[in-house]
């Protein structure tokens, strides 16, 4: 069975929100492609991310990208905390000088780390919601 991609703007949604809400500001949204994969024979993989390296970007005469590829088979099935969590940490990978490479999980990924980011995003999620919510009322 070959692996199917298709785009997945619904992702790509969440995770701009997540860049948004955690000020992720060396990652470049626009430089942020996210896709959903049919038919990986991956077993525990929930979603992974590609970079485009150094020599694609000089070959190509592109910039430094990402692309956040979920799993449908494993991705789909989660709850939104989880969704959110798994985004999160394939955003970990990202390094702060955005080059197309990644950051490996020792030092940088951890249980707790994205524990730590995903109870920051609720809470700004939350504030966001009381400002508009107070905008509407002045308005």
Known sequence: MTINYIEAPDVKVLVDEIMDCLDLFHIVPQFVYCYRSTGSKSEHTIARIHGLGRIWQEALRRPPAYVIEVIS???????????????????????KGFSGGFRPHKGYISKKRVDELHQQLLKRRSLKSREQCTRLKLS
């Open 73 to 95: 088979e494993r991705y789909d099935r989660l709850g939104e905390t989880e969704k959110e969590r798994t985004l999160i940490h394939e955003l970990l990978h990202i390094p």
